[in-house]
């Protein structure tokens, strides 16, 4: 591969002024910047662009550090933050985890050796604290609520359960499942807690059987049904946080020739196309803006501003997966 010197001895020119013309430095002579373009074209010269960005000490590059992209949740986010990203003419690499600490710290360690220069985590498996030690790297950015001083975007997750609790218990249900993807993680926790001070409320024994992890996809909500009817205690109603799995548990009571409204009543989350398609309950999350706010926040940290945290609002919207007492 050619070099600036060979490309200035080639244009008969000095390797100050190659770099200038590299650089787009103005104050070049035309006719010596037509010498070095045509010695670069002869040469057949291409730029190093990461040995500039070791040079500038950036790399230009945003990093994404999420469990999977095959989910609506998390591609609703990417999308989110690549629109931000490209408008600012920024490259952005994704470290799919898969829940994998070991992963997560290979991300970390990319911010450390510059190749990235911050991480958005729209998801983790690493304690808050342990990640926020590597923030002197570069900003890192949290797509869920923490405690920690830090930039994060989220919506009120113990609210919004709260809420769509509440909304089971004005159908008329005090049996209510919750199903999670995991039951780690700030959200999960969060809505786990919500729930078990519902059901105190209500003075409904928590059966821990009715707390259900591991449930991402379409394939999850078809075995949930399955697992449902094996239950010798069964849960009237379901809170599912994910629209693939409640779309997944629906189609299956349909081949089954059983109603869904009163019992076992649905309400899900995200109100992705899937939920509005097959008229299911579910409490709206602004997903793609959640990935907008999240690169504006690293944008803000990179321009030295103080950490920030932002909260989106969500809401209910009841369809035909869960039906009112006053209107049976």
Not at 27 to 37: D, T
Not at 104 to 125: P, Y
Not at 253 to 262: A, D, L
Request: glycine content about 6%.
């Amino acid at each position: 591969m050619s070099n600036i010197r060979e490309i200035a001895k080639r244009a008969g020119v000095s390797v100050t002024t190659v770099s200038r013309v590299l650089n787009h430095h103005p104050y070049v002579k035309e006719e010596k910047r037509a010498l070095v373009l045509k010695a670069m074209e002869e040469l057949k010269y291409t730029r190093n662009i990461h040995a500039v960005h070791l040079a500038k000490g950036y790399s230009n590059m945003l990093g994404i550090v999420l469990p999977t992209i095959n989910h609506s949740y998390f591609s609703g986010l990417v999308t989110g933050i690549a629109d931000k990203a490209q408008a600012h003419g920024m490259h952005f690499a994704l470290f799919q985890t898969g829940y994998d600490p070991l992963k997560e710290k290979e991300a970390l360690m990319s911010l450390k050796e510059r190749r990235v220069d911050g991480l958005i985590f729209c998801s983790n498996a690493l304690n808050d604290q342990d990640i926020l030690k590597w923030q002197e790297s570069g900003p890192i950015i949290f797509c869920h609520p923490t405690d920690d001083i830090c930039s994060a975007v989220s919506i009120a997750h113990d609210q919004a359960f709260k809420e769509g609790l509440d909304h089971l218990v004005a159908c008329g249900h005090q049996k209510i499942a919750i199903v999670l993807a995991r039951t780690e993680g700030a959200n999960s926790e969060s809505r786990i807690q919500a729930y078990r001070e519902k059901m105190h409320v209500l003075n409904q024994e928590i059966d821990e059987r009715w707390i259900i992890e591991g449930k991402l996809t379409l394939f999850d909500g078809q075995q949930l049904f399955f697992e449902w009817q094996t239950m010798k205690s069964q849960p009237t109603a379901f809170m599912i946080t994910t629209d693939e799995v409640s779309a997944g548990f629906l189609l299956e009571t349909q081949r089954h020739n059983i109603q869904v409204g009163e019992s076992p009543a649905i309400l899900s989350f995200q109100n992705e196309q899937l939920s509005e398609a097959l008229e299911i309950s579910t409490i709206d999350i602004p997903i793609k803006q959640m990935g907008q706010e999240a690169f504006d926040l690293y944008d803000r940290a990179q321009k030295g501003k103080p950490p920030e945290k932002r909260v989106l609002p969500y809401r209910l919207i009841q369809r035909n997966t869960t039906v009112l007492k006053n209107n049976r």
